[in-house]
C-alpha cells in the first residue's frame, strides 16, 4: 500500500481503505492474511491503543484526545519524521483488526513528499503466514531504511513468531519499534537479537481523571459525559547491544506521567558500535601465514581458545578491538578445514562454524559464491594467487660467452652475408676480367676477401676497377656495423653473468625436460581451482601434481629439478624464512604468472550480525590508510628474521662476480676463457693441417 491515499477516499472510510488497498498488493495473502501493520517511535506522537467499535466510552474519549493531541502537534510530528524517518519505509503489523493507532500513524505520515510508502498487516493467533512476505516487501522497495511498527494488541506470541518465520534477524538494519502495555522485556527475544534499533513504547493506566474539557465532544457520541482529562503513564525502553559489560540489555530510555505532556526529545536511535563495553567475539581461523598464525592448535573448536601470533590478521584485529573496546578469542573450525559442501545445505570448517552461529566471524578465507549462501563477507582487502617455485636457473657457462652478443640466426645470416659477398665479389671479378681483356681472378683470394675485411684486416682491392671499389666500400660499411654491434655486446656478456630465463608460467614448466612438480595436500581453494578447471595445461599440471609437506617441496627446489606450487604470500614468507640468507639472497624463483583460484581474500561473518557493517568500515580505513600492504610486507620479513634467529643457519649465496673497490668489474680469466679456448682451437687446427700438408708432401715424393 502506498501512502498518501486520495484524501477524499481516506477521511470518508479510513478503516475501510485499510482493507481494501491492503487486498491490492502484490504480496502473497493467506485466507487470514487481511493487511499489515506496525508502529511508531513516540516522540511529538502520543499513541493510545484504541481498540475497534466496542471500545468502552473511556477509550473512546481517550482516542479523541489522542487525534486532538496528534493535530496540534503536527508540527513536531513532521518535524521528528524528517530527522529519522524521512526516508525510511515503514511496514505496520497489529495483531487487531481496526487499529486506531496506525490509522492515525498513516495520516501524520500521508504528507510525506518523498515517495516511500507505508505497509499495513494484519495477523492472527496460528494463521499461516508466508515467510517471504516481509522479504519481498523490502525487496521491492526503495527506500534508505526499514523500519518495523509492531502493536501485539495482547497478541504478543502471534507477532513473534510471525517475525521468526520471516527471518528477521538476518536484516539487523530494520529497526523496530514495538507498541504494547507491557513492559520492555520482550525485545530479550531471540528474534531481535541481531536488531541495531530496538525500541519499545509500554502505554499503562490511560484514564480519565481531572475535569479537563476534550476538542469535539460531538464526536464521542451518546452515553459519554462531557468532563474528564486523560492521564496515564508511558515508558520507552531502549534494547542496546553491549552497553552491559559487552551484553545486550534493556533500559528505560524515556519515561512520563502525563500522556499530553510533551517530552524531552531524545535520540532513539544511537550509535549502538561507538563502544563495545568490552564485548567478546568468537573469531574462527585457520594457520595461514602470512595471514594468521597462533601457537598450538590442531584441537579443533574443542581445543579452547588460541593465542595469536604476529600476523596480518592479528595486527588488524589488535587495532580493531583497541579503537572499538572489544576483545575477542580465536579458535581453531571444528574439522579444519575452511569450508567443505555437504551437498544438504550445511557446510563443515570455517563456513559451517559461521552458518551455524557457533562463530561471530572469521579471519581470512576466500570469497567463493557458493560460501555466500551460509555466510556473509568484507570488503576484500588482499588478493592472493597461485604462484611456482622453481629453483633460480644457473649461470651459463662463461666459455660461451664469446658466441654470446648474437643469437644463432644472426650468426647464420652474417655467414651467408660473407659467403654470398665473396661470391659476388668473385663474378664481379670475372666479368671485369671479362670486358677489359685482363687475366682470371683469383678464386681463392675472392672468396676470402670478405672473410678479412670482417676481421679488420683488409687486403688492397683485387682490382683498380670503379665497381670493384663500390663493392668493397659497401662490405666495409656492413662490416664495421656488424664488428661495433658485436664488440658492444660482447663486452656486457664477459661482465655480466648470463641466465638462462627462469620458469614463470605452467606452459614454461611443461616445456622442460625430466622436471617434477607438487604442492601441499589440496583443499579449499586450491583444490576447487585444479579439480574444476577446463584449461589443458592446467588439467596436465594437475595430473603430474606429486602431493607432499612444505619441507619436503622446499628441500627439493634447491637441489633437483622440482616445482613447488603454492599460494604466492605463503611461498614469500616460507622462502624468506627458509631459504634467504642474511644478505637477502635466496636460490628460488617465484614465478610471475599468477593464477586466481577465488575473487580475493575476506572475513567471513555469520549471517545476519549487526556488527558487520563497523567491521569492514575499520577494514577499510586500513586500506585506505595503506596498512594492509605495509603490515604484509612486514609480517613477511619479522617472520624471516624470528626463523633465521631460531634456525641459526644462512643458506650459502652463490659464487658472484669479483668486484674492486670502486665497483667496477675487473675481467679474470674466467670472464675470457671463451678467447683462450678459440685460440687453442686455432692452434690445434693449425697443426692438424701442417701434418697434413706433410702428409701429403711426403706421399708424393715417394710416388715420384
Known amino acids: 500500500m502506498i501512502w498518501p ?125 508466508p515467510r517471504e512476505i516481509l522479504p519481498s516487501v523490502w525487496r521491492d522497495a526503495g527506500a534508505n531504511c526499514r523500519v518495523l511498527f509492531l502493536e501485539d494488541g495482547g497478541d504478543t506470541s502471534s507477532i513473534l513468531e510471525f517475525l521468526e518465520a520471516s527471518e528477521l534477524s538476518r536484516h539487523p538494519d530494520v529497526s523496530v519499534v514495538f507498541v504494547g502495555t507491557a513492559a520492555g522485556m520482550v525485545l530479550y527475544h531471540r528474534v531481535f537479537r541481531n536488531t541495531i534499533h530496538a525500541l519499545y513504547l509500554s502505554l499503562s493506566n490511560v484514564t480519565l481523571q481531572d475535569a479537563r474539557p476534550l476538542p469535539r465532544e460531538d464526536d464521542l457520541g451518546g452515553g459519554c459525559g462531557s468532563a474528564g482529562g486523560l492521564r496515564g503513564s508511558a515508558r520507552l525502553y531502549q534494547r542496546c547491544l553491549y552497553c552491559l559489560e559487552g551484553e545486550e540489555s534493556v533500559r528505560p530510555l524515556q519515561e512520563w506521567g502525563r500522556l499530553a505532556q510533551r517530552p524531552k526529545p531524545a535520540n532513539p536511535f544511537p550509535d549502538q558500535f561507538k563502544d563495545f563495553f568490552g564485548h567478546r567475539f568468537r573469531v574462527v581461523a585457520m594457520r595461514t601465514l602470512p595471514w594468521m598464525d597462533y601457537e598450538g592448535g590442531g584441537g579443533g573448536w574443542a581445543g579452547g581458545p588460541l593465542t595469536p601470533r604476529d600476523s596480518l590478521n592479528a595486527r588488524m584485529l589488535r587495532a580493531m578491538a583497541d579503537h572499538s573496546n572489544f576483545t575477542y578469542e580465536v579458535r581453531e573450525p571444528p574439522e579444519g578445514r575452511f569450508g567443505l559442501y555437504l551437498g544438504n545445505g550445511t557446510w563443515t570448517g570455517i563456513v559451517g562454524a559461521l552458518q551455524q552461529d557457533v562463530a561471530d566471524f572469521s579471519t581470512e578465507i576466500g570469497l567463493l559464491p557458493p560460501r555466500l549462501q551460509a555466510m556473509e563477507p568484507s570488503f576484500i582487502y588482499a588478493r592472493d594467487r597461485i604462484v611456482i617455485a622453481s629453483p633460480k636457473p644457473g649461470p651459463l657457462p ?66 683498380p676497377s670503379s665497381t670493384i671499389r663500390v663493392t668493397v666500400g659497401f662490405l666495409l660499411l656492413y662490416t664495421l656495423v656488424i664488428n661495433s654491434a658485436y664488440r658492444s655486446s660482447l663486452i656486457a656478456h664477459l661482465t655480466v653473468q648470463g641466465f638462462p630465463p627462469p620458469i614463470d608460467s605452467f606452459d614454461d614448466l611443461l616445456e622442460q625436460g625430466g622436471w617434477t612438480w607438487g604442492s601441499q595436500p589440496l583443499f579449499g581453494t586450491f583444490f576447487v581451482f585444479f579439480n574444476q578447471s577446463s584449461d589443458p595445461v592446467v588439467q596436465r599440471i594437475y595430473a603430474g601434481m606429486e602431493v607432499a609437506s612444505m619441507d619436503e617441496h622446499l628441500a627439493k627446489i634447491p637441489k633437483k629439478r622440482h616445482a613447488f606450487i603454492d599460494f604466492k604470500y605463503n611461498l614469500r614468507t616460507q622462502v624468506a624464512a627458509r631459504l634467504t ?80 673497490g670502486d665497483g667496477i668489474v675487473v675481467l679474470n680469466l674466467s670472464h675470457l676463457q671463451g678467447a683462450f679456448y678459440l685460440l687453442f682451437l686455432g692452434h690445434g687446427a693449425a697443426l692438424i693441417l701442417l701434418l697434413l700438408e706433410v702428409f701429403v708432401d711426403r706421399v708424393r715424393g715417394e710416388s715420384r
Open 581 to 660: 640468507d642474511a644478505l637477502g639472497y635466496t636460490p628460488v624463483h617465484l614465478s610471475r604468472s599468477e593464477y586466481p583460484s577465488y575473487v580475493g581474500d575476506i572475513w567471513g561473518f555469520r549471517k545476519g550480525a549487526p556488527f558487520r557493517h563497523h567491521i569492514c568500515m575499520l577494514q577499510q580505513r586500513l586500506i585506505e590508510a595503506g596498512l594492509i600492504d605495509f603490515w604484509l610486507r612486514d609480517v613477511i620479513r619479522a617472520y624471516a628474521d624470528r626463523h633465521r634467529a631460531k634456525e641459526d643457519a644462512a643458506v650459502g649465496a652463490t659464487e658472484r662476480l669479483s668486484q674492486d
Open 398 to 463: 662463461q666459455h660461451l660467452a664469446i658466441s654470446r652478443p648474437f643469437a644463432g640466426t644472426v650468426w647464420l645470416l652474417i655467414l651467408a652475408g660473407v659467403l654470398v659477398s665473396d661470391v659476388v665479389v668473385w663474378v664481379l671479378l670475372r666479368l671485369v676480367a671479362w670486358v677489359t681483356g685482363a687475366g682470371g681472378a683469383d678464386v681463392g683470394g675472392s672468396l676470402l676477401y670478405s672473410w678479412a675485411l670482417l676481421m679488420e684486416n683488409p687486403p688492397p682491392p683485387p682490382s
Open 5 to 129: 491515499p486520495e484524501r477524499e477516499q481516506y477521511d470518508q472510510t479510513p478503516n475501510a481503505f485499510f482493507v481494501a488497498e491492503g487486498l491490492k498488493m502484490g504480496l502473497p495473502s493467506p485466507p487470514r492474511c487481511v493487511l499489515i501493520a506496525a508502529l511508531l517511535t513516540s516522540f511529538g506522537w502520543w499513541l493510545v491503543p484504541v481498540a475497534g467499535a466496542d471500545a468502552s466510552c473511556g477509550q473512546l474519549r481517550a482516542a479523541v484526545g489522542l487525534k486532538a493531541s496528534l493535530d496540534n502537534e503536527i508540527p513536531t510530528a513532521r518535524q521528528l519524521a524528517e530527522d529519522y524517518l524521512s526516508e525510511c519505509q515503514l511496514v505496520m503489523i497489529s495483531t487487531s483488526q481496526r487499529s486506531s493507532l496506525f490509522e492515525q500513524v498513516a495520516r501524520t505520515t500521508a504528507r510525506r513528499q518523498n515517495g516511500v510508502g507505508v505497509v499495513s498487516l494484519e495477523i492472527g493467533p496460528r494463521q499461516d503466514l
